[in-house]
Structure formats: C-alpha cells, structure tokens
C-alpha cells in the first residue's frame, strides 16, 4: 500500500496496529490546537473542516481591523487578498496569476458555467460520482445551451485503465465540457484525472476538474494536471476558515473569466478581478495561510498525510470488523484509486440507501451517536464515510465501533 508520502507498507502493517496519537510541539494532544466541542467525536473532517486556533485568531484580527475602519479596509483589500493568492498558489503549487479566490469549490463550477460560451454540441459529460451541486450546475448549463448531461457510469472498484475507459466513451464530436472529480465526496475515491486531461487537451474539450478535496489531502494536486480550469476547498484538508477555496483556470479560456458578482474591480484582468467583491467578508482567505502554516510547522504536511491515511485504515479495519461481526457480512468496501485520509465501511441494508435517507442520518447522529460523521450512498448501498484529521485518534473510531455500530444495527432491523 502506498501511502501520502510516498512511502510503501503492508495492507496488514497499517491497519495492524494504530499509529500513535500526534503531539503538538509542547507536548499537549494534537486536538488541543481547535476548539471542537469535546462532547462529540469529530470523525467528518471531510465535509467542513475544523479551523484551528491560529487561524481562527488572524481571522480575528482581521475582522477587527476591518469593523474598525471600513472606509480603509475595503480600498485596501484587493492588495491583501493578492499576498493571500500567492501564498495560497505555492501551496497548492501553482501560478499565482492563475489563481483567482472564491468562496467554495461550486462556488468555482458556478463561476465556469457562468462564462463559458456554447461548445461542441452542447453536450456535457459528468460521472455518476460527481458532486450534487456540481453536477446540477452541469445540468442548467446544458439547458441553456440546448444540448444535454451524458453521465459516464464508473464502477466503484474500478481501476485507472476502466475509469478512463467510461469517461472517454461518452465523449464525443457534440461534448463541449468535461467535469470531473480530483476525489469523489460520496465514494472517496480518484479519478484518472491527468490522463484524461491529456486526451482531451489533444481534443480540444475543456476540462473542469473539481478537486474540493485535494488541497492538503494529496500534495501538488495541479502537477502534471492538463486542464482547463480547477477548483478546490481550502477549508477542508487544509484547515482554513469556511468560505475559503481556490480557483485555478488556465489556457485561453480563463480570460473570459468573470466573479459572480459585478463589482469595481470588474475592468481588471484575470484574477485581480476576482479581489474586489464589495463588501464581502474577505478574511477567511485572509487567515487561510495561518492554518496551512500551522501544520506545516506542528508536524509538516506529509507527516500530517501519513498519519492521516494510517489512522483512517486502521478506524476502517475497526469499524468494518464491528459491522461484520453484528450482520456476518463483510462490510469492508474495494475501491478503485483510493485516497489517502479517506475510506468507505458499508453500512447494514436498509440505512443510506438513497441521498437524503444517508443524509438523515448524518444529521441523527450527533444527537444520538455522540459524533459528527458522513452517511454517503452510491447505487443504492449506504457507506459511513470515514475521514481523518491530524487532532483524531484511534479512541475516536474504537468509540464508534464500540458503541455506534450497535446501535446502527438496531436502525437497520427497524428500517427492514
């Protein structure tokens, strides 16, 4: 198995045993860097995130200047965010100039569907593992541009070479965007995202590749990447403030770019157009750097990886031998190109089975549970969603085992 570093052990050597809690740098429990509320287990740092300390007390500091005086904040601003944007890009590894800021990474699809003029045939190809805003973006786009939504169906243990496979056969002479997922959010999983980029760059198709889950998930998530335009989430892997996400356009298209909201700063090129969004509370980007330097300085970010992908293995083994001991059946999940820090345990028929039966559940169980975790589902099968964060430790996901995976099972017997 490799893991985020790079480095390559046994499937038995990581879930074996789990790695051993990471310490802050004075000793004190990784955990003890955030503000999470201690009477629940955080087991979802996928869909949100976590702020931590630091960041949370420059973003502080900013909103303080910016309540203090307005008048000079918002003239000032443009200036600020563009020391934000390169700090941001050398992060993620990319061109500052080809960096624009915007509040999400839909937030990113909506700004391409916004602008991108009819192509093709109008055709758009998505997968059946995109991301349900997106995807729906996908969709209105298609109306407008009277053609429609073909959606490549690609199995969930699929490996690289069947991946390509079932994109690239609904691509055709009418396509005239691509959308894809760098990590799938529902099926935690990877998507051959550069070598399709290739094939279609040698098309002439645009890509927009959805990578909300990459920045500090995967290191140099855009190395190597040929696409027309990028967008992913700061806040979650990286710990920024919410509202925070990165969108990355490249190639001639990218002029045609324009922010969602008119503003000054509308006659300005490409991303500097993006800094001045009137009076929109800018300080999470602001403060984004705080918590990327944060970790970065704790642990260092591969370290940060490895221990992530190590402990979620190891929170899968536990949760899935739970889940087969109470059903006797085996709930561990094959997924094609996993990702670190992420996994899929499948849940007793009868829970998840659809989107808002799985996000029922989700919103259940900080009440009864006692946890914050993800309920996805993907062809009629519910999965827990585990994900991991440098503050979790095994206890969280022996907890869970221990006394959730119980309980679980008494909602499945009551939903059958």
Known sequence: MFLADGSHVSESEVTAVPPRPLLLPDGRPAARAWT????????????????????????REARE??????????????????????????????????????????????????????????????TDHGYGAVTMGAERLARRWGG?????????????????????????????????????????????????????????????VDGAHAPGLIAAPLEGLACDFWTGNLHKW???????????????????????IDSWGAGDPYPERFDQQGTVDATGPLAAPAALDFIDAAWGWAAARRYMDELVAYGARVVGDALAALTGTDAS??????????RLVRLPDGLAGTRLAADALRDRAPAELGVETAFTSFGGVGYVRLSAHVYNTAEDYEYFAEKCVPVLGEWARAAG
């Open 36 to 59: 999470l509320d201690p009477a629940l287990r955080h087991l979802n740092h996928g869909s949100f995130g976590a702020v931590p300390l630091a960041a949370q007390e420059r973003q």
């Open 65 to 126: 200047r910016m309540e203090s005086a307005p008048v000079v904040w918002f003239p000032e601003l443009p200036g600020r965010l563009a020391a934000a944007r390169a700090e941001l890009a050398a992060f993620l590894g990319t061109d500052a100039g080809d960096l624009a800021l915007v509040p999400n990474a839909s937030a990113g699809a909506s700004v391409v569907y916004a602008n991108l003029e009819r192509r093709g045939g109008g055709e758009i190809v998505v």
């Open 148 to 208: 429609r939504v073909r959606t490549a169906g690609v199995p969930l243990d699929a490996g690289e070479e069947e991946a390509y496979e079932a994109v690239l056969a609904e691509v055709g002479a009418d396509t005239g965007l691509v959308v894809l997922d760098q990590i799938t959010s529902a099926t935690a999983r990877r998507l051959p995202v550069r070598r399709i980029g290739a094939e279609l760059r040698r098309r002439g198709i645009p890509l927009l």
């Open 238 to 260: 990286g710990c920024a403030p919410r509202g925070t996400a990165a969108l990355v356009a490249r190639g001639p298209l990218r002029d045609g770019l324009y922010p969602l």
């Open 333 to 342: 999940v094959d997924v094609g190109m996993p990702v670190p820090g992420m």
